[in-house]
């Protein structure tokens, strides 16, 4: 009996020491809350240069906390984030864990105030750490990424933190640079059992757009839906992209859906839906309009796991009648990084395609009707730690294709005589008929069988034999572009040149290479126009120098000839002006002689020559980069300083 006694003594007393110790715990739990959150605030201020104030921190219970007062101000800024007061509940089982999930929050007053005056941001210390950051660590020292790891905590943060319920009132979000100003403002953000809907109002300078967003979001199951839609009858559009980047983005409605599942190897799955109405997009490097989709809808499944992002190929992309399946994967292995692209659309109907293609990014090819089907395949492998073993394969079969009717331009007008107008930084420049009408069209038939060989041997030797692509030049381009980190080469054919200056000679930008693959392919295929009437207008059009177009004017500014009458060396000499028309002048050393270097180029083209039986080898083995300019080039090379040999990318 006594050791039971004992026993039970013993046993109160610890309760009531645990007892005593929570009680204290309990009574002193503002001091320890504050402590802790000093401490922490106190490294803040002192790694990123900000003064943190709050006027009352205090616990409610056991899992309220209650701030009122808080400023968050960078030294020598204007402030950045003040908050009047917020309550906030949180879970007791997860806190114990060391896992944050709130369970309801209420906070008023909250704004949020991004500005930069000329070069100063109050908001420079988040890049300011990072530059520091990379200035202490070599690319060799530097962690590996883990991307699932990443992904996963931000999202854990962002489930965590939004409540099953909850109220936001009087939210204010602006970005200010000098007089231009972007505003963002919430009245009130309402949570009630995970279904979440808010009014927000947009104010740019001095226009204002009224938005709602709705929908859900469950922390049990890691998923959130939303949706956005103009509250007005206008449409919304983004802010800030005018001003920032020259674009304008705008749309009927957008919803966006997304669920995370960890799998068993801690690889992150995300699943979920896209899908936007109405989009109307511009800026000048995609299309010199406005491009309109009607609908489009992406249902998405990605999987990331500690050094990759994949876009699995069950992922649906929806677009207007189009409908296939892209695979992406991104993936960094010791510092390189892998990049892989794919899609392989079986046979459809080649009319979704053509009505699917957005109004204002293939302004030739709008309202065109097809028949027949269609089959698509792409790949693209680039491994940037081995070049040479980039992959590019691209081909558009057809079974029982055939043109119904052209849209807005008539894509076998080279077949007659047209009319042609050369531009210059989107300016036209020079209109000209391309046929007998025309004082300076030669024909095929007249111009010298050497120069025709010359320039298809120098720009598109297999063009009578192929269907407007050369794949391998193309893949070879794009890795010399990758090795020197900028666009020097294009892989062109003659073919795809020409229909980038019959038809898409005003638009330089990115559409315009998308739009001039489709018109080639419809051309080549359908045989809209011949090999040799495309060759002759090719011939007939192409720039030789300074506002100098076609053979005609070529020969005569050079030589003061006609094309019939042109030599070998004078052929491969204008063969090798095509690249390069208005830097003709960097061929040529003082005195009006073509440069030492021109023989690499000359032995070349002539040896080709020799091997198409034009000239004989022997005729070949004695070429020399030796002309005499006689036409009115001539003033241009008198006295002249021989500009840069180097071709822009836009004249490749």
């Known amino acids: 009996m006594k050791k039971n006694s004992k026993k039970h003594i013993l046993l109160l007393s610890a309760s009531g020491v645990l007892l005593i110790c929570l009680i204290s715990i309990y009574l002193s739990r503002n001091a320890l809350l504050r402590s802790i959150v000093d401490k922490r605030t106190s490294h803040i201020e002192q790694t990123h240069g900000l003064r943190i104030h709050y006027d009352n921190l205090e616990m409610n219970g056991l899992n309220e906390i209650i701030l009122e007062g808080l400023s968050v101000v960078p030294e020598q800024r204007d402030t950045l984030l003040t908050l009047t007061s917020t309550r906030v509940k949180l879970n007791f089982w997860k806190l114990l864990s060391r896992k944050i999930k709130i369970r309801y929050v209420a906070a008023d007053g909250i704004t949020l105030a991004f500005t930069k005056r000329d070069s100063v941001a109050n908001y420079d210390f988040l890049f300011r750490k990072k530059l520091e950051y990379l200035t202490r660590t070599s690319p060799q ?110 749309f009927d409605t957008l919803s966006y859906s997304l669920t995370k599942e960890i799998g068993s190897s801690k690889q992150v799955y995300l699943k979920g839906k896209a899908r936007v109405n109405g989009l109307d997009v511009f800026h000048k490097a995609l299309s010199p309009e406005i491009i309109h989709l009607d609908r489009g809808q992406l249902c998405y499944e990605m999987n990331i796991n500690g050094h990759s992002f994949e876009l699995d190929s069950t992922t649906i992309v929806d677009f207007n009648k189009l409908q296939f399946h892209p695979y992406l994967r991104v993936e960094k292995e010791k510092g390189n990084w892998h990049f892989t692209a794919a899609v392989n659309k079986s046979w459809f109907p080649a009319d979704d395609l053509f009505s699917s293609l957005p109004k204002g990014l293939f302004s030739n090819l709008e309202g065109i ?107 070879e381009a794009l890795i010399y572009d990758l090795q020197v980190k900028r666009f020097a080469r294009g892989g062109s054919t003659i073919t795809m040149q020409l229909v980038k200056n019959v038809f898409l000679n005003r638009n330089k930008n990115f559409a315009r290479k998308l739009e001039e693959a489709l018109i080639v392919w419809l051309i080549e295929n359908e045989r809209l126009t011949s090999k040799e009437r495309m060759y002759e207008v090719y011939l007939n059009i192409v720039e030789w120098g300074p506002l100098v177009y076609g053979i005609q004017e070529a020969s005569a500014y050079y030589f003061k000839k006609r094309p019939s009458q042109l030599t070998t060396e004078e052929s491969i000499f204008l063969a090798s002006i095509i690249p390069k028309p208005k830097h003709f002048r960097s061929s040529f050393a003082e005195g009006g002689q073509l440069k030492e270097n021109m023989e690499g180029y000359y032995k070349l083209i002539a040896k080709r020559l020799a091997q198409q039986g034009v000239i004989s080898e022997i005729e070949a083995d004695s070429i020399r980069p030796d002309i005499q300019v006689t036409g009115d080039a001539r003033n241009s090379l008198a006295g002249e300083k021989p500009e840069s040999s180097s071709p822009t990318a836009e004249e490749q």
Not at 153 to 178: D, W
Not at 400 to 408: M, P, R, T, V
């Open 369 to 475: 009707k097809t028949s027949g089907e269609l089959a698509y395949h792409f790949l693209l492998d680039i491994d940037f730690a081995q070049l040479d073993s980039l992959k590019l394969e691209s081909e558009l079969k057809e079974k029982d294709f055939h043109i119904i009717s052209y849209g807005a331009t008539s894509l076998s007008k080279m077949s007659d005589e047209f009319i042609y107008t050369a531009y210059e930084n989107g300016v036209p420049v020079r209109t000209f008929p391309i046929g007998p009408s025309c004082k300076h069209f030669t024909p095929l038939d007249s111009i010298s069988p050497i120069l025709r060989m010359s320039v298809m041997q120098s720009e598109d030797g297999a063009f009578f034999y192929h269907r407007g692509f050369l794949p391998d030049a193309l893949r």
């Open 141 to 250: 020292t530097a962690p590996q990424t883990n991307y699932a790891e990443r992904i996963n905590k931000i999202l854990n943060l962002c489930y965590g933190f939004m409540p099953e319920n909850g109220q936001l009132n009087n939210v204010c979000i602006t970005e200010r640079k000098n007089n231009n100003f972007v505003s963002l403002t919430l009245p009130s953000f309402i949570i009630k059992e995970n279904h979440f809907q808010s009014v927000i109002t947009i104010q740019e300078d001095s226009l204002a757009q009224h938005w709602i967003a709705n929908g859900e979001l469950h922390q049990h199951y890691n998923s959130l839906k939303a949706t956005l839609y103009s509250s007005d009858s206008l449409k919304v559009s983004i802010p800030y992209l005018t001003r920032r980047y020259g674009a304008k983005i705008t």
